[in-house]
């Protein structure tokens, strides 16, 4: 039971993910550096951490019978006991750490929360619901953050912008990486979209959502013309549109595994844009 098993378990750069998100949406909401800040960037990511590995625990069986051997649980290097503790601690630090932080966060990361664990149950199972709540994990830090510095009506355009790009690539990601996963969805006895619209629309609107954050992307320029966000973010367009459409071309597992990383790094490249707009 090494250290890299339980950051897998975890997935780790997820919860580093959501912990810049956090500070960079306090940050563009005026927020200074201390301990409640700090409290606040650090509940959601240890939150996720928790998600994910609440995650696996119920997906155990599921793993097996797919022979995922590379699922620590799976394995065997974490036990589901473990799993099963280190997934409540997690929970209940990071619900502790954000009501430090205010009321207002402890609500958002309560109802996250509550919301986790009805996507590891039952909601990923659900055609486009479960689909939705993953992009709603990857926009909401930035709102969660701009909550923290300046309050609930103290959250800036910017970052609402940010959000909403965050969401509409991350549901198109999603239905993307949905239609390469709908054999072991359906001999677990899902129902995702790909089943009820068929692999090539459920791409099609995948490749409609990528151009939809496109012309999103753009609107940060109107306020401010950085040149780091521009590059950056123009990477990361490039990637997705090259994604849609490489997807509709070939629907592959084989292609829709290379692309769903290629999506990651755009998703990577877009975060630094932010990163770069917002202390540059």
């Not at 927020?31 to 155990?60: W, Y």
Request: glycine share 8%; with cysteine; aromatic share 12%.
């Amino acid at each position: 039971m090494a250290l890299s098993d339980w950051l897998a378990l975890a997935r780790f750069e997820h919860g580093v993910m959501t912990l810049v998100g956090v500070l960079l949406g306090a940050l563009m909401a005026g927020g200074s550096a201390d301990l409640r800040l700090v409290a606040a960037a650090l509940g959601p990511a240890i939150i996720t951490l928790a998600a994910f590995i609440s995650n696996d625990c119920f997906d155990v069986a599921t793993d097996k019978a797919l022979g995922r051997t590379d699922r620590p649980l799976v394995s065997g290097r974490v036990s589901l006991r473990n799993a099963h503790l280190a997934s409540v601690a997690f929970f209940a630090v990071g619900l502790a750490l954000a009501f430090y932080a205010g009321f207002a966060l402890f609500v958002i990361a309560f109802a996250y929360s509550l919301a986790a664990v009805a996507y590891n149950a039952f909601l990923k199972r659900l055609p486009l619901v479960g689909n939705l709540y993953v992009a709603s994990s990857m926009a909401v830090p930035f709102v969660y953050g701009a909550v923290a510095a300046a309050g609930v009506r103290g959250v800036p355009y910017l970052v609402w912008v940010f959000a909403l790009l965050a969401f509409v690539a991350g549901v198109g990601r999603e239905l993307l990486i949905t239609t390469r996963d709908v054999e072991g969805d359906r001999h677990v006895g899902a129902l995702t979209l790909p089943m009820v619209l068929g692999a090539y629309f459920t791409l099609a609107l995948s490749l409609v959502l990528f151009i939809v954050a496109v012309f999103v992307s753009f609107l940060p320029l109107a306020q401010n013309s950085s040149m780091s966000y521009a590059v950056l973010v123009g990477a990361c367009d490039a990637i997705l549109l090259y994604s849609g459409v490489s997807a509709l071309n070939d629907p592959s597992f084989k292609n829709l595994s290379r692309l769903r990383n290629y999506s990651l790094a755009a998703l990577l490249l877009g975060l630094a844009g932010f990163a770069a707009l917002t202390l540059l």
